[in-house]
């Protein structure tokens, strides 16, 4: 107890240099606790939107589209009648819907602009996902009604407005072409850039007609309630053997490259965060040993007094402590307020994502951890407190009357 009051009366004598050493570990917290949010709500971000509007968290597909995508293969199709029947019975399935994604072409003002088009049931839609809240004009379109939901920037792009009429062109699953005219009911404002810049939604049963699919679908988006994979596995068996095909049936996280990359980034980040937290210790080891040259005298005396070597490192070793305690509790706090007030307003990314095609949302919203906080707190003191020991053993070397004449 004596050397924690000798200590923190010590951190106290030289206010501007303990501050210094404090905020050397504070910013260095602070950037950790911030880096580890925002690479969370990055990971979680992508995770929602691959769920909701790429893959789902399993994926039901033809097994030979993949090979066969880049060339629009709507006749690689599943039956989703036989999907529908056997997924109600499946355990684990949550939620599911059929879509049809195929490349299109709108005819507007004598010539052709690109578009990806989206075949949805929107009553089942209704439960997957809440298209309401993402609706930024009119409404959402109506089965068996020849109407669309457009992104707003390609309805920017397109000077389209509601109520105005879309010629679509495509190839069908007989690989002909076809034509339908789509009128626009609603303008949403998607949270991923490329969903607003190329994408175009319909209904289903339209869509079918259109591409003369019948009652084929080209995807079937499931949301399940256990581990993505193991579902996978489970649902691939079920469905093989209801319908009699090989299917590729596939979890999220095997079907996106960008989230392993974001897996893989997180684990860097942690290492990255170590030498963060080694570069702010440097002030305190540097700190230290200036401490210990300007109080020669003090340590000297201290030595003749009794304090034996031992005693003078635990002294050094809490005023460290105590800094880093200090600084890393400031440093954590102030970005825990970061993260809070930034996971409510979000950082905006709009400008920087336009024309990438990335699944990750334009506004991203740091996700707060407390344990990933406490770690890094814990973790900050530890480190701080531990550089320490390398001039408070030194201080512990040094002869009394070595001490005693030095000016």
């Known amino acids: 107890m ?43 971000d992508m995770a929602q939107n691959l769920a909701i509007y790429y893959t789902g968290e ?3 597909r033809n097994a030979q589209y993949e090979e066969y995508e880049r060339y629009n293969p709507i006749h690689l199709s599943v039956d989703w009648e036989t999907i529908d029947r056997t997924l109600a019975q499946t355990p684990g399935v949550v939620d599911y819907v059929p879509r049809i994604t195929f ?27 809440d298209l309401e809240s993402i609706i930024k004009e009119g409404r959402i379109p ?70 003369r699919m ?33 299917l590729e049936v596939q979890a999220y996280t095997d079907i996106s490259m960008m989230y392993g990359f974001i897996e893989i980034a997180q684990y860097i980040y942690y290492v990255i965060g170590v030498f963060f937290l080694l570069l702010g210790s440097t002030v305190i080891i540097n ?30 070793f809490l005023e460290g402590a105590m800094i880093s305690a200090i600084g890393a509790a400031a440093g954590v706090l102030l970005g825990t307020v970061m993260i809070v007030y930034l996971g409510n307003v979000g950082l905006n990314f709009t400008d920087a994502m336009s024309g990438i095609d990335m699944e990750i949302s334009s506004v991203l919203y740091p996700k707060f951890n407390i344990w990933t906080t406490i ?32 000016v």
């Open 103 to 129: 490349g299109a072409a709108f005819y507007v003002n004598g010539g052709n602009h690109p578009a990806v088009g989206i075949g949805a049931d929107f009553n089942r839609e209704a439960s997957y996902q």
């Open 58 to 60: 399993v994926r039901v």
């Open 287 to 316: 700190t230290t040993m200036m401490v210990i040259y300007e109080r020669m005298r003090e340590i000297g005396t201290l030595s003749a007094l009794g304090m034996h070597g031992k005693e003078l490192t635990r002294l050094f």
């Open 142 to 211: 109506e089965s068996g009604k020849n109407e669309m939901l457009i992104g707003a920037v390609l309805a920017r792009d397109l000077k389209t407005s509601i109520g105005d009429k879309i010629t679509v062109i495509s190839t069908t699953a007989a690989r002909g072409n076809n034509a339908i005219t789509f009128e626009v009911v609603g303008i949403a404002a998607f949270p991923v850039a490329a969903l607003n810049a190329q994408f175009f939604w319909a209904p289903l049963d339209r869509v079918q007609y259109f591409l």
């Open 2 to 44: 004596k050397l924690i009051h000798v200590a923190f009366r010590n951190i106290t004598r030289n206010k501007r240099r303990s501050i210094l050493s404090g905020i050397a570990i504070a910013v260095a917290s602070m950037s950790i606790v911030f880096l580890f949010a925002l690479v969370q709500g990055m990971r979680d």
């Open 214 to 246: 019948d009652n084929q679908v080209q995807e079937v988006l499931i949301t399940v309630d256990e581990d993505e994979r193991e579902a996978a596995t489970l649902i691939k068996e079920r469905l093989e053997s209801a319908t009699g095909n090989e």
């Open 375 to 406: 770690i890094v707190y814990i973790y900050s003191v530890v480190i701080s407190a531990a550089a320490t020991m390398i001039p408070s053993r030194r201080a512990s070397r040094i002869e009394p009357v070595e001490a005693l004449r030095y």
